[in-house]
């Protein structure tokens, strides 16, 4: 009987870079090619999937930064309407708990597009948002484990420093394949054939960057891109605590091994603002879940004695991945 939850926990991650990947997907779970295609068209166009594609690791291209504004109840609609707008914008959220309620991340190729994204959003809304670039990543895995009771392997690793530069040099090639990979792979028998006639690379030559990018890290995963709410996951708090600087590194590493913690990093205070530079997020499949696993922060060694705060989502105003394909011509 075919299992809908297994087929989404193998196809989140390690999508075959194959000239013929779904085919190869359906055989390692003994199903066609045309019911791969088919499940994937119905959940795309359903939108329970944003996209068969690349996550690539924070700033190894590009940058970007969470940032947030303090937005009256009345204007709430209008002002995260105009964030959204901005084709810079991923993720934008309403959140309680806070004078500082709607969050948004935005990314550009280099940090003087970037200021000009949050210069032109501070001048149409009348407030500078507050800039939270990431300093240092403990662990971040948008992969949702499907299977209840269980919540997925973690990859053990100690903290990354996050550069504002790529790590490596790209190309206009390379930026050209990224710009392509934005809206997902097409739902075709030969999807990187499609994808180099976006961006003019050869199907082969698009495997090996591919291969290349998630070897070294730059790619953090590639396959399914889930909207985790279509899934279960319909609740999900930020946390941020102000932890003394000689300790947060070691507090953050062990804060990112709580289960239902999705992401867990620091970022820098702004003061007298933002004193916190601590951030969790935790998705959980119900208030319960989402409330056990904050009272576990209060185990976690160092964190019981600071002062945090609880952000939840009560809104969603856009979802999706961080596209630089807006910025191109300015390269």
């Known amino acids: 009987m075919f299992d809908e939850l297994q087929f989404y926990n193998h196809i989140q991650r390690d999508f075959p870079l194959e000239l013929r990947p779904y085919f190869c997907a359906a055989e390692a779970l003994g199903m066609s090619e045309r019911m791969v295609l088919s499940l994937l068209a119905r959940d795309l166009g359903a939108g329970r999937i944003s996209r068969i594609g690349a996550v690539f690791a924070p700033n190894t291209i590009g940058v970007s930064t969470l940032a947030a504004l303090a937005v009256p109840s009345a204007r709430m609609d209008r002002v995260a309407g105009r964030v959204s707008a901005d084709p810079a914008v991923s993720h934008n959220y309403a959140r309680d708990g806070h004078h500082y309620n709607l969050w948004f991340v935005a990314g550009a190729r280099d940090r003087p597009q970037l200021d000009a994204v949050l210069d032109d959003i501070a001048y149409d809304v009348g407030q500078a948002p507050l800039d939270l670039p990431l300093e240092r990543e403990y662990h971040i895995d948008l992969g949702f484990p499907l299977s209840r009771g269980r919540h997925g392997a973690r990859e053990a690793r100690g903290p990354r420093e996050t550069c504002t530069q790529p790590a490596q040099a790209l190309s206009h090639a390379d930026w050209r ?54 899934f ?29 913690v999705t992401l867990c990093y620091r970022r820098p205070r702004r003061l007298p603002d933002w004193p916190y530079n601590l951030f969790a997020m935790v998705h959980a499949r119900s208030q319960a879940e989402l409330q056990a696993t904050l009272a576990r922060f209060n185990a976690v060694g160092g964190l019981a004695a600071v002062p945090r705060a609880v952000l939840p989502a009560s809104r969603c105003f856009k979802q999706r991945g961080t596209r630089y394909s807006c910025t191109l011509a300015a390269a």
Request: aromatic residues 8%; proline residues 7%; glycine residues 8%.
């Open 177 to 230: 394949l990224i710009a392509a990979l934005e809206a997902g792979l097409p739902l075709t028998p030969f999807p990187y054939h499609a994808l180099a006639r976006r961006c003019g690379i050869s199907p082969t030559e698009i495997l090996c960057r591919l291969a290349q990018w998630r070897n070294t890290g730059i790619i953090r995963r590639f396959g399914a891109i889930l909207h985790h709410r279509k």
């Open 232 to 260: 279960g996951y319909a609740h999900n708090a930020m946390c941020v605590w102000n932890v003394p600087d000689a300790r947060v590194d070691a507090i953050g590493m062990r804060l990112a091994h709580v289960p239902h």
